[in-house]
Nanobody, 121 residues
Framework: QVQLVESGGGLVQAGGSLRLSCVAS????????MGWYRQAPGKQRELVAV???????NYADSVKGRFTISRDNAGNTVYLQMNSLKPEDTAVYYC???????????????WGQGTQVTVSS
């Protein structure tokens, strides 16, 4: 059993900052990648940022230069530092992880419960 627990969402004015955190716990052999997605009302869920086990990162064009993804040394916590927030960043943000629960080829996709980020103009 694997759980992803997010924290750090909230209400902020445009131009402000927030930091999201996500901790993975449970039966974990390896975490191949961790990242963040978001879903605004009436829109599809979209990738925000992802970091692989090798340390490579990928960002949505809309957040490049404003958001930074990082992981702790243990590799089971991922952060999303969000600066210069805009009203269009308002969404539910979901943590995602590709995890090998045990040694072997199987990799499973896990999601957190989501945390609301609201940016007021």
């Amino acid at each position: 059993q694997v759980q992803l627990v997010e924290s750090g969402g909230g209400l902020v004015q445009a131009g402000g900052s927030l930091r999201l955190s996500c901790v993975a716990s449970g039966t974990i052999f390896s975490i191949n990648a961790m990242g963040w997605y978001r879903q605004a009302p009436g829109k599809q869920r979209e990738l925000v940022a992802v970091e692989t086990i090798s340390g490579s990162t990928n960002y949505a064009d809309s957040v490049k230069g404003r958001f930074t993804i990082s992981r702790d040394n243990a590799g089971n916590t991922v952060y999303l530092q969000m600066n210069s927030l805009k009203p269009e960043d308002t969404a539910v943000y979901y943590c995602n992880a590709d995890i090998q629960p045990w040694r072997g080829p199987k990799v499973y996709d896990y999601w957190g419960q989501g945390t609301q980020v609201t940016v007021s103009s």
